[in-house]
């Protein structure tokens, strides 16, 4: 047996996703049929489309979703049909190395499904899910390890941001940097991971929370969602950043953008002393350069952050709690609720720098 569900599917490498119809093997062992209800779009799609990241063709790209299990296969008992799940792009073997080491989000096997196709065409042509997931479709066929219960009394729909966007921009804030009340915090980057950092830092009683992009439309958004100042990304940051710190640079910045540029920007407005957090996803072909009389004397920390550190089994209780009791605005971050058919304007409006998250409705 098999389901057939409409999917947005990449053919190749730079292509645009077109509406396909995609045929789902029922469940195997171990294995549920998810009911998509809703899927972000994420700059990762973007940079999987066009070969910043790698991926294997034909593929249904989209890892930031949440639904209803539809259906279970032979074993699984961690979740039943019925049950609202939010879908994890990095399931943690709990065995390798890192997953011992406490860095479930370092797993060893974290994408190792993606490289495996898991449905097909119509004429038989294998499918690969993006980043294992395969969230741009009506449905899904995944490990039921990889998919995390969603707490009562939150909307899949509305709840589909916290798999990539909400995990990654909060665990930032919480988990990699540790933010503490009254440390100032720059956010560089206001799409779907920068405002859900921007709100985590709200929430954590950082004080100044300096929001920082290149446009100026996102200022209102910014504010709303709890940054104390807007600042455009321009000649005059360094100083600006330096008047609201006493002089000194901020305790934390987060690089939200994935940029060499930005990277080292961020640095120079951090503080001696201060830790910036890496949390774009960059090229490896941009460098960012430091002398090392600098790195020595400055004794900043430079970190780099997968997945906010998080692990969505522990994180998703915690995050969902934020969200049912009002501190954490969701649907303020989606600004633009779009069909399947959307994903190609969604792109383009993300690498313009437009907008926050869009999110496909099903
Ligand atoms: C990315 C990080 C780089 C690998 C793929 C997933 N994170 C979320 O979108
Ligand atoms: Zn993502």
């Not at 490896?284 to 906010?308: I, K, M, P, S, W």
Request: charged letters at 20%.
């Amino acid at each position: 047996m098999s389901t057939t569900v409409k999917a947005a599917v990449f053919s190749a490498l730079g292509a645009p996703p077109e509406i396909r119809d995609l045929v789902l093997p029922d469940p195997g062992p171990g294995q549920v049929r998810v009911r998509i209800a809703a899927a972000g779009v994420c700059h990762s799609d973007l940079s999987l489309s066009n070969g910043t990241l790698a991926q294997k063709w034909p593929a249904v790209l989209g890892h930031e979703g949440a639904g209803t299990v539809e259906a279970v296969g032979e074993g699984v008992t961690s979740v039943s049909p019925g049950q609202h799940v939010i879908l994890n792009w990095a399931p943690a073997c709990r065995a390798c190395w890192f997953c011992r080491n406490d860095e479930p989000h370092l797993c060893k096997h974290a994408l190792d499904r993606a490289a495996v196709p898991y449905a097909h065409l119509t004429d038989g042509t294998p499918v690969h899910p993006g980043l294992g997931c395969g969230a741009f479709a009506e449905a899904t066929v995944m490990d039921a390890d990889a998919v995390v219960p969603l707490p009562d009394g939150l909307d899949p729909a509305a709840a589909a941001v916290l798999g990539c966007a909400v995990l990654t921009g909060w665990g930032a804030v919480n988990n990699s940097a540790a933010v503490r009340a009254g440390q100032s915090a720059v956010i560089m980057g206001l799409g779907g991971v920068g405002l859900s950092a921007l709100q985590a830092a709200r929430l954590a009683g950082a004080d100044p929370v300096i929001a920082v992009d290149v446009s100026p439309a996102k200022e209102e958004l910014a504010r709303s969602l709890g940054a104390t100042e807007f600042l455009l990304a321009d000649e005059h940051l360094f100083k600006a950043v330096r008047a609201l710190t006493g002089g000194r640079g901020a305790d934390h910045v987060f690089e939200v953008v994935g940029s060499a540029k930005v990277v080292r920007t961020a640095w120079n407005i951090s503080r001696r002393g201060g830790t910036i957090t890496v949390v774009g996803v960059g090229s490896a072909h941009d460098e960012v350069t430091f002398n090392a009389l600098e790195l020595f004397h400055q004794a900043r920390t430079l970190r780099g952050c997968v997945y906010g550190s998080s692990d969505p089994a522990r994180d998703v209780p915690i995050v969902a709690e934020s969200v049912r009791s009002g501190d954490l605005k969701l649907a303020a971050m989606v600004t633009d609720e779009i069909p399947l058919e959307g994903v190609a304007a969604a792109f383009e409006r993300m690498s313009q720098g437009k907008g926050g998250r869009s999110l496909i409705r099903f």
